[in-house]
Structure formats: structure tokens, C-alpha cells
């Protein structure tokens, strides 16, 4: 397996975690996109969009980092399941990693980022005011819906990582690089630290990959 990354894509790190949990190896090709190389041909030949993370298994490739660890989880029954057996479970697994993955995570990502900087000249004062009004929103609906329900444990979902994990912990990591005040978020802060004492997780992490 190789997988297309950058250090710091949260997309990227929900793959790099999924295939720590599962045991896989691979080898790691980063893409820098400070630099701009997720726009060139090498990298819209794996992906259209000119994103990452894309995974070539076996020579077949995948984008889209919530499609790459549902494809993980399928292909590889064997090791860790990242979602739940039944129905209902799942749609709960998938609807709070999308709550992150598809909600907060898209209108902060970088492209967006550099769009209000180089189109609307916005300061970077008023940069990390947007980025942590989309979080602080987010969040408030996330923390309430794990805080309320008897279905979250140690983690998310239950006492064993799931998709919804693997979304939760780069949120975070982002949300603190932003100066996200965090202690309107008890739930979520202590289900990022029990998920950060696995190394699956604490491997993962930017500031160890390649490009970093």
C-alpha cells in the first residue's frame, strides 16, 4: 500500500490512524501542500480534485479519506473493525464522523483558508475568528451528543475506536493549533486523550510524518 499525504491534512490523518488500528503497511509519499504540489499533474493523475489523501492498494486507487477507511474496513475484515456490527450502531458511527468529516472540517481546511486570505484580504486575526466560530459550533452539537447519550464510552461509539474517532482526534489537534478553547468540550477532550494513548493514534500524528 502507499499513501499520498500531508503531515498536517486532517483527511490524511484519519487515514494514517485507520491503517495504524488495522496493522497495515504502508509506505508513506507526502504531498506538500504548502508548496502546492497536491495541484500538479502527478497528483490529479491519482486525484481529480488535486486533494489527498489518495491510497493505491494493489494498484487500484482511492480518495476520499471517510471512502478509503470504509474500503479499509470491507477489504480487511480480519483486523479492527472501524464501524460497528448493526445497522443502527452504524448510523450513529457515521453520522458523528460526518458531523466533523462534512460539516465543520470543510469551511476550514486550507483551500478555504487561503481563499479568505488571497481573495478577501482577511487578516489573521479574522482567519482564526472564522476558523474557530465553524469548530466552537460544531463542537457544541458533537459534545452534546456524546455527553447525552449512553452509548458513548471510553470513545465515541462504545469502549473500542471507531470512524467517528478517527475524524474526532484531527479536529482537535486543528482546533488547538487554532487556539480553540477547549473546556466547553469535556467529552470531546477526554475522548481525544484516551484516543491519543493508543499508538495507533500517537503514531499517526503530524508532526511524525514524512514532510513534517
Not at 486525484?47 to 474500503?71: K, R, T, W
Not at 478577501?120 to 486575526?125: A, I, K, T, Y
Not at 467529552?187 to 514532510?211: M, V, W, Y
Amino acid at each position: 500500500m502507499i499513501l499520498y499525504d500531508y503531515c498536517r491534512s486532517s483527511a490524511a490523518y484519519r487515514v494514517r490512524i485507520a491503517l495504524n488500528l488495522k496493522g497495515m503497511d504502508y509506505e508513506q509519499i507526502p504531498v506538500n501542500l504548502l508548496k502546492g504540489e497536491q495541484g500538479g499533474d502527478e497528483n490529479r493523475a491519482r486525484n481529480p480534485q488535486g486533494f489527498v489523501p489518495s491510497l493505491d492498494d494493489n494498484g487500484e486507487m482511492f480518495n476520499q479519506s471517510l471512502a478509503i477507511c470504509e474500503y479499509l474496513d470491507e477489504a480487511y475484515p480480519e483486523s479492527a473493525q472501524l464501524l460497528p456490527q448493526s445497522a443502527l450502531e452504524k448510523a450513529r458511527v457515521r453520522s458523528l464522523a460526518q458531523l466533523i468529516a462534512c460539516d465543520i472540517h470543510p469551511v476550514n481546511n486550507l483551500r478555504i483558508l487561503k481563499y479568505l486570505v488571497g481573495e478577501f484580504g482577511v487578516s489573521d486575526e479574522q482567519k482564526a475568528e472564522w476558523y474557530q466560530h465553524w469548530v466552537k459550533e460544531g463542537f457544541a452539537a458533537l459534545e452534546r451528543r456524546l455527553a447525552e447519550s449512553d452509548q458513548t464510552g471510553k470513545f465515541c461509539h462504545g469502549d473500542t475506536p471507531t470512524l467517528a474517532d478517527l475524524c474526532l482526534v484531527p479536529q482537535v489537534f486543528n482546533a488547538n493549533r487554532f487556539k480553540v478553547d477547549m473546556s466547553a468540550y469535556p467529552t470531546i477532550s477526554r475522548i481525544a486523550d484516551a484516543c491519543n494513548e493508543l499508538d495507533a493514534f500517537s503514531k499517526a500524528h503530524p508532526d511524525l510524518q514524512p514532510g513534517a
